[in-house]
């Protein structure tokens, strides 16, 4: 059996809780699709709201890339505000009065669960490069060993958006049975050749940073702080569409009147991406961002069923709503049709929305009514069922 729940510190900032933490050791190693195992490996995670008697009220959320088992509590590394307040809590869509939510930070993290910053027990040093690849498919095996640590059998749901998305579509597709229903926000069976290309050039941006020091910077007492802010820059364009970037900023300068002929930032649209680089950097670990976003470019639910995505999910698939937003260019719509014209050619029970918004693909963490009322009424007639 592994050892009992007990707290963790994240690499990212010693001394800060990250919640509660379950060891597993060799008695049960995490076996990965790379064809190395892990036999020693931890999984953080967060709880929120209590489970009920027969143990049938428990909700799982995966995180997105950048994400963490924080979703309704404070950052302990930043202090902020959990990353889906809006979403998650009392009286809210994903209702902790009537569900119990679990968040797991994913194995190849850096906010307490096993990954590359975090030490290798057969050397007492940080693993580095030397940490296997790890998949979307990896990360929720470890999840499924938590639940069933967690002494719950099914879950009632199973709800995410983008790569925490991709996570709930690879639950229904190795664990149907566990689960009643599955919710993917804006996401993709598998990874476009434009979202690989822009995560080569986050990598390529980290791996060129001299103080990356070839993915030893913790030995060497580095960090790749300006490559890393630059991966993260670039990708953040991303998350947002174009109407509004024009929205929010234009061509509005930052605290000038008139350009000022140098490369220091002239627009607000420059001094906000260096912002959100310079933030990123103080809670994220570089090769962390390296690992979670090959994990991501590997995704293709249908790759073992000869490309047909329905025979990933079968006769005995969960209920589904699925969720997308007309301006998400990251992952668009028809990526989502595509997941529900699957789930329709096996029987599948399953319900489509798309929400018209110019928010982008961050559409899934901000205020957005719709998906709200179509959160809470999933999951309602998921308990009522």
């Not at 076996?31 to 489970?51: P, Q």
């Not at 809006?86 to 902790?96: F, N, S």
Request: charged letters at 15%; a negative charge; glycine letters at 10%.
């Amino acid at each position: 059996m592994s050892e009992a729940p007990k707290f963790l510190r994240p690499v990212t900032a010693p001394g800060a809780d990250v919640g509660h933490a379950v060891h597993f050791g060799p008695d049960r190693p995490l076996a990965l699709d790379c064809g190395r195992s892990l036999s020693h490996f931890t999984i953080a995670y967060m709880t929120y709201g209590a489970l009920n008697a027969d143990k049938s009220n428990a909700v799982l959320i995966c995180h997105a890339l950048t994400g963490d088992q924080f979703v309704a509590s404070d950052n302990p590394v930043t202090g902020k505000p959990g990353w889906w307040t809006i979403m998650v809590g009392p009286g809210k869509p994903i209702d902790t009065d009537r569900f119990f939510v679990i968040c797991a930070n994913v194995v190849g993290g850096c906010m307490g669960s096993t990954g590359p910053a975090e030490n290798d027990p057969a050397t007492g040093d940080p693993y580095g490069l030397s940490f296997p690849l790890v998949t979307v498919r990896d990360m929720v095996r470890a999840q499924a060993m938590l639940v069933e640590q967690l002494g719950i059998a099914k879950l009632l749901a199973v709800v995410g958006g983008s790569m925490g998305g991709m996570q709930a579509l690879q639950w229904a597709a190795s664990y149907p049975g566990r689960v009643r229903g599955v919710m993917p926000i804006a996401c993709a069976a598998r990874h476009s050749a434009q979202n690989i290309a822009f995560h080569e050039v986050g990598r390529q941006a980290i791996m060129a940073d001299p103080d990356w020091q070839g993915g030893e910077y913790q030995l060497r007492g580095t960090t790749p702080s300006k490559g890393l802010a630059v991966a993260r820059m670039a990708a953040h364009i991303t998350y947002l569409s174009e109407a509004a970037l024009q929205r929010k900023f234009g061509r509005t300068l930052q605290n000038r009147e008139a350009l000022s002929f140098k490369f220091a930032p002239d627009f607000q649209i420059e001094s906000y991406l260096h912002h959100q680089g310079a933030s990123f950097v103080d809670r994220f670990d570089a090769n962390s961002y390296l690992y979670i976003t090959r994990a991501m470019d590997y995704f293709d639910l249908a790759a073992d069923h000869d490309g047909h995505l329905a025979a990933a999910f079968g006769a005995n698939a969960p209920r589904f709503c699925i969720i997308s937003f007309t301006s998400d260019w990251l992952f668009p719509t028809a990526e989502s049709k595509s997941i529900a014209h699957a789930l329709n050619a096996v029987a599948a029970n399953v319900s489509f929305v798309e929400i018209k918004t110019d928010k982008g693909h961050d559409a899934f963490l901000l205020d957005e009514p719709e998906m709200f009322g179509t959160v809470r009424g999933f999951l309602n007639a998921l308990a009522g069922a």
